[in-house]
């Protein structure tokens, strides 16, 4: 079994009178992406706060590499990486000389350990260069390589895909597999966005107004979840056969929803043709995890 890095139990926040975070737990294990995946508000940045040491739970544990951050808050914060929000750069340093200043701040990290973080991000042509010029994914990049230099167990990035453009969203996501991979670290990533994180993470816990309300693999959420779109004439008729072996949804612009199974979905073809309807489309449909979280949120849409 893949050692836990980084444990969360019945973490509470009450601020100004007010529980913000209501008593959720999670583990995270070696190697594995795990998603925090919620909309806006919905607490994600306070449970993040309180992991790296910004601010203090109300009540609840939490263990980075197995060190409670209270009773050994050195120890927990040397294995643990960190972006909240924004990366904290200097623009007028070069990304090297801003390596250089946060690896005097941590102990015993050489030249050597900055260039291979430096490698690992991939900024090794642009690394004497000036912040000011690099890009928003380079600029990530870099806050990453910081977060990197003391080699820890794991990396706690805040929403990392803000305000990257798409190729930029895409490079950022296969990059942090790949450090998942290489470097066999635990990477907690926020997101509000359902897509990214079904495209990123192995494992995800919901959460929605202060309390995770499910965690779980992402294959596990998706499986069993593919759809039909169906498109055919006469639509009564239509609806009449497939509503006889399976329950159908109706949607807005005229398409029928069914289930999706690997042999009874073509024999309902075969009955719709039979019984003289024309089926003009009949699509599968990939699940995605926005029908999941309405669900188990009765409505409350996200984004
Ligand atoms: N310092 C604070 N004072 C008062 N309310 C706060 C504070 N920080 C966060 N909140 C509230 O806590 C809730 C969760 O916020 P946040 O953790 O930033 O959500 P997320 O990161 O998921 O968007 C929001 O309703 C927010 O207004
Ligand atoms: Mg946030």
Known sequence: ????????????????????????????????????????GAGKTTTIRMLVGLIKPTSGSIHIGGYNIVDHFEPAMRNLGCIVENPELYPYLSGYDNLLHFARMLEAIGEERIKEVTELVGLTDRIHDKVKTYSLGMRQRLGIAQALLGSPKVLILDEPTNGLDPAGIREMREFIRFLAEKEDLSVLVSSHLLSEIQLLCDRVAIITKGSIIRTDSVETLLANRERVVWRFQPFERGKQVLSSVTSIEETEDGTILTEFHETQTPEWNKMLVEAGVSVMEMNRKLPVLEDLFLELTGGNKIE
């Open 1 to 40: 079994m893949k050692n836990i890095t980084l444990s969360v139990h019945n973490l509470k926040k009450v601020i100004r009178g007010k529980e913000i975070i209501k008593g959720i737990s999670f583990e995270l294990k070696q190697g594995e992406v795990f998603g925090f995946l919620g909309p806006n």
